[in-house]
Each structure stands twice: as structure tokens, then as C-alpha cells.
């Protein structure tokens, strides 16, 4: 019969063995657990180990360079609407100030095409009843004696003959034959004529009390006849002795030309 202590170690013995049985399974799952915590989870978690440490890093810098870029394309985005909000605004005030200044120089515009035209118009009237009559002179005729008459008796019916008789030592006298040759240009179907009061057969009381005269002949008749004429106007000048011979019919109510301070 085996003694007490033999069953013993024969009970010490299967505790051993059963341990040196489960050792290996306990290794192999302690084994598996560790292997299971280094394996790197790749649906976007967290990695382990060394190289899983690196890529996290590596992944975690490439993240902040796209937040980087992405700020400063906003940025750039921003900037740019700045600029061109700016350059718009610049242009509209541009387009603002030249609208303003051509609106400015078309009424000026409109201004001196509305005087052209009429101006034009004038002209085109002036011409109109110039054609009408038989001849033009233009000029400032000199007279004597002898050639007075024939002045007077050969021209057309339709023309104004208007003779200025002056005494050359007189200041009024100058001042009206330098109306006259005015006159004689802007009126062309007028003959303006000039003649000296001593190359005349009037008297010498005439001459003394007289002159400047103007003598107005048409169809060989005398219609017209101002003695000391610088007292009958209210200045010597061209306009005023041309509006003096209208009212009293002695001319035509038309100019051949317009007068040159009209531009």
C-alpha cells in the first residue's frame, strides 16, 4: 500500500505536468493579444507601434498643409473679389466723371451747332436775295466830276447807289468812308461810292455847313438825301449807318456776309 507521502508526490507530479500543459495555450493567447494590439487599424484610427506612430504624424502634417492651402485660397479668393470690387468702383467713377464731362462738352456742343446752323442759315438767305439782283461790287468806289452822272444813270434798277460826299480835313468824313468800304463788302449788290465835296459843283455854304453827306440814288433817282449826317446818327460806325439807311429804305434788309465777330 503506498504511503501517505508517496500520494503526495504523485499528486505534486500531476500539478506539474498539468501546468507544463497549459503553459504553451496561455503564451499563445498572450501571443495573439499582443498581436492584436500592434495590428495597425486602417480604417482611419489611430495607429500603433513605430511605423503606425510615423504615418499618423505624416498624415497629421498632411492635413494641416491642406488646411493651409485651403486658407490661403480663401484668401486669395477674398483678395481677388477685393481687387476687382475696387477696380470696378474705379471704372464706374471713371465712366461717371467722363459721362459728366461729355454731357458738359455736348452741350457746348449743341450750343455752337445750334449758332453754326443758324449762321448758315443767314448766310444761305443772304445769298438767296443777293442772287437776286444784277450786279455786285464789294468794294468802296472813288469819284470824280466827271465820271459822277455816269455812275448814277448806267446801272440797273435794282441797285442801290449810295454816294458819301466828305471833306477830307474832317474827322467825321474819314471815319464814314472807313464805314464805307465795310459796308460795301458786306453789302455787294449796293454800290457804295465816295467823292470829295471840293470835285462837286455844290455850293460853297453846302460844303462849309453839309458835309459829311450821303446821297442815296436807285433807277437814276435821288431817294435818298442826308446833309451833315453825322447829327442825324447816334454813332458812326458801320452797323449804325446800315441800320440809319434801312429805316429809311435805302439799302436792302440783307447782309451778303456775316459780320466776323459772329464766331
Known sequence: MASLEDRFVKEQQRE??????????????????????LRPVRDGGCMTGPKGVLKDHQRAKQREAEERRKRID?????????????????????????????????????????????????????????????????HLIHLVNRTFTANIDKEPASVFVVI????????????????????????????????????TDLSENFLAKGLPAILVYRKGDLVGNFPAVDKQLSSIDADCIADFLKKNSCIPDVEAQPDDDEF
Open 16 to 37: 506539474v505536468d498539468s501546468d507544463e500543459e497549459t503553459e504553451p495555450e496561455l503564451f499563445a493567447e498572450a501571443d495573439a493579444a499582443a498581436a492584436e494590439r
Open 74 to 138: 480663401r484668401l486669395e479668393e477674398v483678395a481677388k473679389s477685393q481687387v476687382v470690387n475696387f477696380v470696378k468702383a474705379e471704372e464706374e467713377k471713371a465712366a461717371a466723371a467722363a459721362a459728366e464731362e461729355d454731357e458738359e462738352l455736348s452741350a457746348e456742343d449743341k450750343a455752337f451747332m445750334a449758332k453754326y446752323r443758324e449762321q448758315r442759315l443767314r448766310e444761305i438767305a443772304r445769298q438767296a436775295e443777293v442772287a437776286k439782283y444784277d450786279k455786285s461790287f464789294g
Open 164 to 199: 458819301h460826299i466828305y471833306d477830307s480835313f474832317q474827322a467825321e468824313c474819314n471815319v464814314i468812308n472807313q464805314c464805307f468800304a465795310k459796308l460795301a463788302a458786306q453789302y455787294p449788290m449796293v454800290k457804295f461810292c465816295k467823292i470829295l465835296g471840293l470835285a
